[in-house]
């Protein structure tokens, strides 16, 4: 069983940065084993933000945060970011972050594990 907790969220300004961290326990030291961002705003459906490999050799990105935030992971730390730059008042959501195994995937049902969310609010 993996566990997910998210932490980093909060209130910024447009144009402003702020950086998630996603803490992982469990068995995630899997070659086949990835790690996901997703996001949420109020009224809308569950949107992919960025996902990465678990040995950090892989990952993308939504186009429409792409050039903007940065993935990564720590694995000494079990631990993934998701580096923000250039926030907008759009980027306002729950953060959440997810893990599964095999094919890197924009997909939220391939996803087996997810953490309870953090909230990022950006303000004009």
């Known amino acids: 069983q993996i566990q997910l907790i998210e932490s980093g969220g909060g209130l910024v300004q447009a144009g402003g940065s702020l950086r998630l961290s996603c803490a992982a326990s469990?068995?995630?030291?899997?070659?086949?084993?990835?790690m996901g961002w997703f996001r949420q705003a109020p009224g809308k459906e569950r949107e992919f933000v960025a996902v990465?490999?678990?040995?950090?050799?892989?990952?993308y990105y939504a186009d429409s945060v792409k050039g903007r935030f940065t993935i990564s992971r720590d694995n000494a730390k079990n631990t993934m970011y998701l580096q923000m730059s250039s926030l907008k008042p759009e980027d306002t959501a729950a953060y959440y972050c997810?893990?599964?195994?095999?094919?890197?995937?924009?997909?939220?049902?391939?996803?087996?594990?997810w953490g309870q969310g953090t909230q990022v609010t950006v303000s004009s």
């Open positions: 997810a893990g599964g195994y095999g094919v890197l995937t924009s997909n939220p049902d391939e996803y087996n594990y």
């Open positions: 469990g068995r995630t030291s899997r070659d086949y084993y990835f």
């Open positions: 990465i490999t678990w040995k950090g050799d892989s990952a």
